[in-house]
Nanobody, 122 residues
Framework: QVQLVESGGGLVQPGGSLRLSCAAS????????MGWYRQAPGKQRELVAR???????KYVDSVKGRFTISRDNAKNTVYLQMNSLKPEDTAVYYC????????????????WGKGTLVTVSS
């Protein structure tokens, strides 16, 4: 019913930048919450950033001031601009979508992308 396709991952040196994109297709509510989770090897998946249709946002403390989440509601697309990247940011980044979630919800949406790998290394 819903498909999420991520792009923009890759290899970058510490201090560099990357911009991730996630396009949603299928039956999409005009009101929704989209965000990014990440999972490093041996670690649990964690919320990185989330944004509602109305523009409310949530960031994990470790990326505040470095990452910016934004969206294009007409295109059902969410972006994650990642600046000042650190080796600790290395992970597979997953796009997530839910229809009844606020920015501060404890729950992830039911729809996931397959992930895009971000590697920060010199």
């Amino acid at each position: 019913q819903v498909q999420l396709v991520e792009s923009g991952g890759g290899l970058v040196q510490p201090g560099g930048s990357l911009r991730l994109s996630c396009a949603a297709s299928g039956t999409i509510s005009s009101i929704n919450t989209m965000g990014w989770y990440r999972q490093a090897p041996g670690k649990q998946r964690e919320l990185v950033a989330r944004i509602t249709t109305g523009g409310s946002t949530k960031y994990v403390d470790s990326v505040k001031g470095r990452f910016t989440i934004s969206r294009d509601n007409a295109k059902n697309t969410v972006y994650l601009q990642m600046n000042s990247l650190k080796p600790e940011d290395t992970a597979v980044y997953y796009c997530n979508l839910g229809f009844f979630l606020g920015a501060n919800s404890d729950y992830a949406g039911p729809y996931w992308g397959k992930g895009t790998l971000v590697t920060v290394s010199s």
